[in-house]
């Protein structure tokens, strides 16, 4: 007989007669879905909430999705060309990383083409406006190089002393004009799944505004180290925040001193919990600075014959987005939006209804906290894309109202329960990622009872390596109903107490029960 047979038979002994366990009721799941809100569509002007809803109705997929790649239209439009100023020192820039995760067969690529298309066109408007300059720019730099090295070539090839200097002299000059002589890069909006390094080279031609926008998740894998190895998230980190950035190409050093990244994904809720397991995403905040929606999905309820967008909503999407990112392309400071006193006594009514959630004990986002820590920043650069998109030529010159501030909020509360789905996918609440080890224990060793110290030798040491790091996971699973715990019989001798006991739901020692 071993130990826990030998208290096993003790426990028995000691018991009193007649004793009975009350009957076990249906257990808590321990990942219940959450009850996650709608996406606010009235929080867009109009023209832009129309559209939303047009573009859901036509390919019949939830508004969540196609609301939320509106604001990375917004940011891509706005970003790097617009900040809003919050208080004191504070600015936020208009840039935001959003990502929706729906499964296959949702029609993804549908949506991010109806969404992204306006910013295309602006691509290709930009393109056509400045390939003059770039022309000219190219001819001159071509022309000052022919000139720079000719005067070297006749300043090598010597002559008297006194002209050698004179010309030595004038070929440097040359050379330093060619030098100077900047040909203007292509203009882009957008990128796809890029390297990081393209990525940063990209965001340095164009003056530190650049969008990655994806139908697909494969920036992860690229994220990840698909190509290098090692994961490389800088160019994301400080894109996202606006921290300089040193990028080194064709062996010159630029520093961009306010990069603005902005991104727009739809992607398989799978690559959610992938992005968890990417080496230092979290630990670096690459995880707190998306923006998350989790809809769900239609496939099943969709109706075969649907209301198409109607042309007039269509164009005036199209005129607005255009209007909005051609206004701002030529900015290179940034356009300052300010917060009317009313938006501010709003914003801080927010950030005082948020931090007691922060707390360790009771906090509903104090497992989260990475990522909730950011939401009064996420919050003003909300308002300020919802600002851009009711004033698409003229925003810098009207401040953001207590209204828009509102807005703002209905959004962060919005990717605030679909941020705690998600991270729930990603395993981000420790206690119950180790419940569900626990319990996987259990399925498969289909006991009636257990103690703690038999259920410890079964469990991986590497998850828990004390027994104390068990007890959270216990209790976790004692508040579901899944176990029961059972008190602790001394036999009054001396030695080693006895192993706390749990009884097992019928239902996990016997799955037909």
């Not at 005082?352 to 939401?375: F, I, M, T």
């Not at 390596?465 to 508040?479: H, I, R």
Request: with cysteine; aromatic share 6%; glycine share 8%.
């Amino acid at each position: 007989m071993d130990s826990s047979e030998l208290w096993a038979f003790f426990d028995a002994q000691d018991a009193p007669e007649g004793t009975g366990e009350a009957p076990w009721e249906e257990p808590i799941p321990l990942t219940a879905r959450r009850e996650l809100p709608a996406f606010p569509t009235e929080v867009f002007p109009a023209w832009l909430g129309d559209y939303v809803r047009a573009v859901a109705e036509e390919t019949q997929t939830p508004v969540d999705m196609a609301g939320a790649l509106a604001l990375a239209v917004l940011g891509t439009a706005a970003g790097g060309r617009a900040v809003v100023q919050v208080r004191g020192r504070w600015r936020e820039p208009t840039n935001v990383f959003v990502v929706v995760a729906l499964p296959p067969g949702n029609r993804k690529s549908a949506v991010f083409n109806l969404m992204a298309n306006p910013l295309y066109r602006c691509e290709a408007l930009l393109v056509t406006q400045s390939a003059g300059r770039i022309v000219e720019a190219e001819i001159t730099a071509r022309l000052a190089k022919e000139v720079a090295e000719s005067a070297a070539a006749k300043a090598a090839r010597g002559a008297d002393a006194d002209k050698r200097d004179e010309l030595v002299a004038e070929a440097i000059s040359l050379a330093q004009a060619a030098e100077s002589v900047t040909v203007p890069a292509k203009p882009r909006l957008l990128a796809d799944d890029a390297t990081p390094e393209v990525i940063a080279s990209l965001l340095a031609e164009q003056g530190g505004r650049l969008s990655v926008m994806s139908a697909e998740g494969g920036i992860f894998d690229i994220i990840a180290g698909r190509y290098s190895g090692t994961p490389n998230l800088d160019v994301f980190l400080r894109g996202q925040a606006g921290d300089r950035l040193r990028v080194d190409r064709r062996g010159r050093e630029e520093f961009i001193e306010a990069p603005a990244l902005t991104m727009g994904l739809t992607v398989q809720p799978g690559v959610l919990e992938d992005i968890g397991r990417i080496k230092g995403a979290d630990e670096r905040g690459l995880l707190a600075r998306f923006l998350y929606s989790l809809p769900k999905s239609l496939v099943g309820y969709r109706k075969v014959l649907t209301e198409p967008i109607p042309d007039a909503v269509a164009a005036t999407y199209e005129e607005h987005v255009t209007a909005l990112t051609m206004s701002l392309t030529d900015w290179t400071d940034p356009a300052v939006l300010q917060l009317s006193p009313e938006a501010g006594d709003v914003l801080v009514a927010f950030e005082k209804r948020q931090e007691p959630r922060l707390r360790e004990r009771g906090g509903d986002l104090a497992h989260v906290q990475n990522w909730a820590n950011k939401l009064g920043g996420a919050t003003c650069r909300l308002a300020g894309l919802l600002h851009l998109a009711a004033h698409p030529s003229n925003g810098h010159t009207e401040p953001i109202s207590a209204d828009t501030m509102r807005a703002a909020v209905k959004l962060t509360d919005y990717f605030t329960g679909h941020a705690l789905a998600v991270f729930d996918l990603m395993g981000a609440d420790h206690t119950a990622a180790r419940a569900h080890a626990v319990l996987e224990v259990l399925r498969a060793q289909q006991w009636s009872e257990v103690s703690k110290r038999d259920l410890m030798v079964k469990l991986s040491r590497a998850e828990f390596p004390t027994v104390a790091d068990l007890d959270p996971a216990l209790n976790l699973l004692e508040d579901h109903g899944y176990i029961r715990c059972q008190p602790v019989q001394r036999s009054g001798g001396r030695g080693r107490p006895p192993s706390p006991r749990y009884l097992i739901h019928p239902q996990l020692a016997d799955p037909t029960a």
